[in-house]
């Protein structure tokens, strides 16, 4: 008994000891170490890790892959065992602020000085009472995909290679009849399915003069009815009635299957953003000379808007300062920092080459943060890269370049209002006889029973 | 007294480890549920006592009507299609000679498929346009394609028929082992007195399972109206509404908001009119048998 007491003593010794050496280390947990099947880029991470390691080697780099989602991210957070950094979806930084999952970086990006380098409109994004809760891994500007194979096909190339495409939705609608017509394939992908068809709406409603919420004396008001957004709706009711251009089931539509339609030809056009560009090539096979993207058409009275939002990493609400410094070290080191250093080149050179070994456009990310040295070294290293016909996308940069272009996200409620407008675009591409104005009717007073219920109030 | 107690003791060790796991696994968690139905939290923390406000918030948004009126219609459209298939399934199977066994394993095979997969399965069955299996079938009988899942009178039935195709397998095991333990003397003897396969399904057959349909038809009620997957997977529960249910608001609110109070107060909901009808509907069949 004595003996065995000893030896238990003697292990807890050598466990509590071992404990308090690696106390000393801080440990970063990597959520966005990519998945096992995914080897080119578990290579790149190595190196970064290597690399780091020796750059700071008080930490101790963990990879914790985790893809996030919502069914597995709250048990997750609840046990602790959320990694330290990890990527999210543009649609979640506000509900996992006001969860209280996810950490206040305010200062740590002050001793970088890093928050005044962010782009004020991403930063809104991933603020709550001006303070900072997350770094844009990118940004997007919502543009629109083109399938080319089957602008050729419908004979709507120019001379040069370049698409004939659509400025106005006036015009979409007569390309899409046209490649209808002339391929069988859709024209145009509309998403029906979940919030994403109410994002996108959004943004075809704001081209048609639309401002879905408005404030009025401090208060906010639902603004789903105005003639601008029936116009819109009205369109969007013909696209599938009048034209019959849309895909055979739009409620069947996400944003994920939009991109399968543009990349395997079941549609020609689709709203999206440059941060996807590896959705329709990577991920479903496109060739690269087959895909242009574009601005998004411009509305009856001119109004050309791009929706644009940002793609976070954020931080478990349980990470220490120090972990969080690790973590933003990392970031430097892979290039998606505000900061020019040999390594953080280093980093975005890795990530062009990794872009083209799998066959995904090297085209500029949006910039997510305005630091101009940055900035600079990313557009040299794209050129370098380059692997795309930059005719093919340049009027969609140029035109997101251009002042009063980008348009942040309504501000309140934003996927309520979504999954209002959802419920409408799938009314009205179902029903041939939906009353548009009606079913808008009731969209906006659910949003203001909401407004009212959880902004208005609290005020 | 305590060798009443001691006597017992067996009993209480072969059950302990089932009860430990129900009240860890079950009773638990509802109670928690149930608490935290009248908080406020952040995540799963609760933060104050808010009494009903989650009741009247979710009771209040725009979408508990639609959800609350498909869930029994649901339940209707389960009970019309779905509640005598395993009956007559079971039936046709114990008169049947030859190939009893292939024909019992062959209902039963749906419910060896994961559920999500033949969800997905029939995604492709009830595909819009040419490629849709249904459209394809129908194709060739010269029926245009259609957007099955679109017409939102018609995609509860539809759902409806899925989940009959999934689940009246097992069913129809149950009234098939019921069916097998009739005693085989009651139907000699009415053969006998003259009666006919009519006569012996009337008079013999459906008295002997009436009891057991009873149950069932509880059961079908309390499963068909915890629907959830199958919306989620075929319709999202579009369109406009047309296929949502409350499990499917639970759900959203628990795994899209992460708003777990409310979630709670839903399955509480759901919970209560479960208890309601359960209630209301033995009292009608005891009403019934006196």
């Known amino acids: 008994m004595k003996k065995f007491l000893i030896f238990f003593l003697l292990l807890l010794l050598i466990f509590n000891g071992s404990e308090i050496f690696a106390q000393k280390k801080i440990v970063l947990k990597l959520g966005m170490w990519p998945e096992p099947t995914l ?54 930084p506000q509900k996992l602020i006001a969860g209280g999952f996810v950490k206040d970086i305010t200062n740590e990006l002050k001793k970088k000085g890093w928050d005044s380098l962010m782009n004020p409109s991403v930063k809104q994004i991933l603020s709550k009472n001006n303070r900072i809760y997350g770094v844009p891994r990118d940004a997007y500007a919502l543009g629109m995909y083109l399938n080319l194979e089957l602008f050729e096909k419908a004979g709507l190339m120019n001379p040069d290679g370049t698409p004939k495409y659509p400025k106005t939705w006036d015009e979409l609608a007569k390309f899409a009849k046209i490649i209808k017509d002339k391929t069988g394939s859709a024209g145009f992908c509309l998403l029906a399915k979940d919030n994403a068809g109410g994002w996108h709406f959004t943004q075809i409603a704001w081209n048609f003069g639309a401002k879905l919420e408005i ?58 953003a440059q941060d996807a560009v590896n959705q329709p090539t990577q991920v479903y096979g496109m060739p690269l000379d087959k895909l242009a993207i574009v601005p998004v058409p411009a509305g009856p009275k001119g109004h050309q808007y791009s929706l644009m939002g940002g793609t976070p990493y954020m931080f478990s609400a349980k990470a220490t300062s120090d972990e969080i410094m690790a973590a933003l070290n990392f970031l ?61 996308y340049n009027d969609y940069y140029n035109w997101i370049k251009k002042p009063n272009v980008l348009r942040p996200e309504e501000p309140y409620l934003t996927q309520d209002m979504y999954a209002e407008l959802t419920k409408v675009l799938q009314a009205v591409v179902t029903d041939k006889n939906a009353d548009v104005k009606k079913l808008l009717d009731v969209a906006n007073s659910n949003l203001q029973k909401m407004l009212d219920m959880y902004v208005n109030k609290k005020k | 007294m305590f060798k009443r107690h001691k006597k017992d003791i067996a009993g209480w060790i072969i059950m302990a480890p089932s009860i430990i796991l129900f009240v860890f696994f079950l009773w638990e968690p509802l109670l928690a549920s149930v608490v935290m139905s009248f908080y406020s939290a952040k995540g799963i923390r609760l933060e104050r006592f808010v009494g009903f406000q989650n009741y009247i918030e979710v009771v209040q948004h725009p979408d508990f009507k639609a959800a609350f009126f498909n869930t029994f219609l649901y339940t209707f459209w389960s009970l019309v299609i779905g509640f005598l298939v395993p009956i007559i399934l079971a039936i046709i199977i114990n008169e049947i000679i030859h190939f009893k066994g292939f024909f019992r394993v062959s209902v039963y095979l749906p419910n060896v498929i994961p559920g999500l997969a033949v969800a997905i399965m029939w995604l492709y069955i009830y595909r819009a346009g040419k490629t849709g299996l249904l459209n394809i079938l129908l194709g060739k009988l010269g029926f245009p394609p259609q957007a099955w899942l679109t017409k939102s009178h018609l995609v509860i039935p539809l759902i409806v028929l899925f989940m009959t195709w999934r689940s009246a397998g097992a069913t129809t095991l149950i009234y098939l082992a019921r069916l097998q333990g009739i005693d085989p003397e009651l139907y000699e003897a009415a053969t006998i007195d003259g009666a006919g396969i009519w006569a012996r399904l009337k008079y013999i057959t459906l008295p002997q399972i009436y009891n057991l349909a009873r149950t069932l038809l509880i059961l079908q009620i309390i499963f068909v109206f915890q629907v959830l997957y199958e919306p989620l997977v075929l319709t999202n529960g579009g369109p406009n509404n047309a296929s949502t249910t409350l499990m499917l608001l639970v759900y959203k609110y628990a795994f899209e908001k992460f708003d777990y109070p409310k979630a709670a107060s839903i399955s509480v909901i759901i919970a209560l009119i479960l208890l309601l009808l359960t209630t209301v509907y033995n009292r009608l069949v005891k009403v019934n048998e006196e």
């Open chain 1, 39 to 92: 080897k080119s880029d578990i290579e790149m991470f190595e190196k970064w890790k290597k690399e780091f390691e020796k750059k700071y080697p008080n930490v101790q780099v963990v990879p914790a892959t985790y893809k996030y989602s919502p069914d597995t991210f709250v048990p997750l957070a609840e046990s602790g065992n959320l990694p330290t950094i990890f990527e999210t979806w543009f649609t979640e």
């Open chain 1, 215 to 272: 404030q009025k004396d401090g208060k906010w008001y639902a603004n789903l009815n105005s003639p601008e957004v029936v116009a819109a709706m009205n369109f969007v009711k013909d696209l599938k009635w009048k034209y019959n251009v849309l895909t055979d089931d739009p409620t069947s539509e996400d944003w994920g299957s939009g991109f399968e339609a543009i990349a395997t030809g079941r549609a020609a056009m689709y709203l999206g």
């Open chain 1, 332 to 392: 430097e080191i892979m290039g998606k920092a505000p900061v020019v250093t040999p390594e953080s080149l280093a980093g975005m050179k890795a990530d062009a080459e990794n872009r083209v070994k799998n066959g995904v456009p090297v085209i500029p990310s949006f910039p997510a943060w305005i630091a101009k040295d940055w900035l600079k070294a990313q557009e040299e290293i794209t050129k370098q890269y380059r692997n795309v016909d930059m005719r093919l």
